[in-house]
T-cell receptor
Framework: QKEVEQNSGPLSVPEGAIASLNCTYS??????FFWYRQYSGKSPELIMS????GDKEDGRFTAQLNKASQYVSLLIRDSQPSDSATYLCAVKDSNSGYALNFGKGTSLLVTP | GAGVSQSPRYKVAKRGQDVALRCDPI?????LFWYQQALGQGPEFLTY????????KSGLPSDRFFAERPEGSVSTLKIQRTQQEDSAVYLCASSLEGVAQFFGPGTRLTVL
């Protein structure tokens, strides 16, 4: 079983601060990594994908990937209460090339 | 439609009943996936279709689970003789080949 580890949280940050979410994975051969946001009772919503080492920025979100350390992170700048949700890290399985292995998610709470 | 749709959104079954869950993927997406999400967990891969071909059913928990996509569009996940441990949210996702997966709203199955 390919492991994807995330702190379950909750991670609490004040409005306007930077939220930092972390994920480690065991599948050394994986080339594709995704962050999904899941509001309570809703389905996962794709917010970022990253395939190369380094940083990828999209609006207030920055994904960071370090394949050597098998580590991927998501930074949320200027956090808003509407960012309060569970953030799921997903790693594409290198054996199949299509299945996603998910972590359990980190619960983020942005307080006004 | 604009996104992945699933029906029913909620299903309550008595133990031993058969259920059928429907997924309508994004138009043009050849890849279709089913995932199972238990409370407080990340989604877990069940099965994968490319067009009408079921290429991977390694994640199906038992032979009571069956999935089909006969015309390469709509898919149905069928669970026979439901058990309490089948209670979960069943998520369908679709993608263009090799790209990120987009999830539907899910079907919440409760087995009494």
């Amino acid at each position: 079983q390919k492991e994807v580890e995330q702190n379950s949280g909750p991670l609490s940050v004040p409005e306007g601060a930077i939220a930092s979410l972390n994920c480690t994975y065991s599948d050394r051969g994986s080339q594709s990594f995704f962050w999904y946001r899941q509001y309570s009772g809703k389905s996962p919503e794709l917010i970022m994908s990253i395939y190369s080492n380094g940083d990828k920025e999209d609006g207030r979100f920055t994904a960071q990937l370090n394949k050597a350390s098998q580590y991927v992170s998501l930074l949320i700048r200027d956090s808003q209460p509407s960012d309060s949700a569970t953030y799921l890290c997903a790693v594409k399985d290198s054996n199949s090339g299509y299945a996603l292995n998910f972590g359990k998610g980190t619960s983020l709470l942005v307080t006004p | 439609g604009a996104g992945v749709s699933q029906s029913p959104r909620y299903k309550v079954a008595k133990r031993g009943q058969d259920v059928a869950l429907r997924c309508d993927p994004i138009s043009g997406h050849v890849s279709l996936f089913w995932y199972q999400q238990a409370l407080g967990q990340g989604p877990e891969f069940l099965t994968y279709f490319q067009n009408e071909a079921q290429l991977d059913k390694s994640g199906l928990p038992s032979d009571r689970f069956f999935a089909e996509r006969p015309e390469g569009s709509v898919s149905t996940l069928k669970i026979q003789r439901t058990q309490q441990e089948d209670s979960a949210v069943y998520l369908c996702a679709s993608s263009l080949e090799g790209v990120a997966q987009f999830f539907g709203p899910g079907t919440r199955l409760t087995v009494l």
